[in-house]
Each structure stands twice: as C-alpha cells, then as structure tokens.
C-alpha cells in the first residue's frame, strides 16, 4: 500500500520559513518524480514545485520562485519543500504527489495546512 505522509506545516509570520517533509513508502521511491501542490480556500490546486526522478532537475511555479526549494533524499525516501520570505498568499493546504510514467501511477498525499499570517 503506497502511502505519502506530509509534516511540517503550521502557523508562521510573513517574512518567516517552514520546510515541509513528504515520506512515501510502498513504491520505488527513486523512480517517481515528486511535486508539492497546493490548494487555497476557493481556488484551483496549483503547482507549487516539483523534482525529476533521473537527474533531480526542479521546477517551480511562477509565484514561489526564488523563495522555495525542493530537494529529495532518495535514500529516506522522502521529499521537502523548504519555504522562505513566506506570504500571507502562501497560505494552503500542501499536498504531496507522486508520478511515474514508467509505471503509469499517480499519488496523493492527505495535504498538511500552511498559514502565514501576523
């Protein structure tokens, strides 16, 4: 049973930083490109970053670049998000995705909650 569990997330002050973890177990964890999306009250889940499984290149969205940085440790089999200079904006719940073309599968994780606000 594949499962991706989110930690990290709570409350913090504009201007400040969280890292988010995301540990998956029951999948070959380092043949799967991982992402972090997320998703605000009344708005559409959007990219936030992701990282591919063959050379660990990274993409981010438009609105946290620069300012978050996804890395993976294979080995923990574990994905992060590292956020800084966080945004009242940046508030969402933060999901963890798992993909494989190879295999044809694609994960979710139950989502862990952001806020920034003073």
């Known amino acids: 049973q594949v499962q991706l569990v989110e930690s990290g997330g709570g409350l913090v002050q504009p201007g400040g930083s969280l890292r988010l973890s995301c540990a998956a177990s029951?999948?070959?964890?380092?043949?799967?490109?991982m992402s972090w999306y997320r998703q605000a009250p009344g708005k559409e889940r959007e990219l936030v970053a992701n990282?591919?499984?063959?050379?660990?290149?990274?993409n981010y969205g438009d609105s946290v670049e620069g300012r978050f940085t996804i890395f993976r440790d294979d080995a923990k089999n574990t994905v992060y998000l590292q956020m800084l200079s966080l945004k009242p904006e940046d508030t969402a719940v933060y999901y963890c995705?798992?993909?494989?073309?190879?295999?044809?599968?694609?994960?979710w994780g139950q989502g862990t909650q952001v806020t920034v606000s003073s």
């Open positions: 995705n798992a993909k494989s073309s190879w295999y044809g599968k694609n994960y």
């Open positions: 990282i591919t499984h063959s050379d660990w290149s990274t």
């Open positions: 029951g999948l070959t964890f380092s043949r799967y490109a």
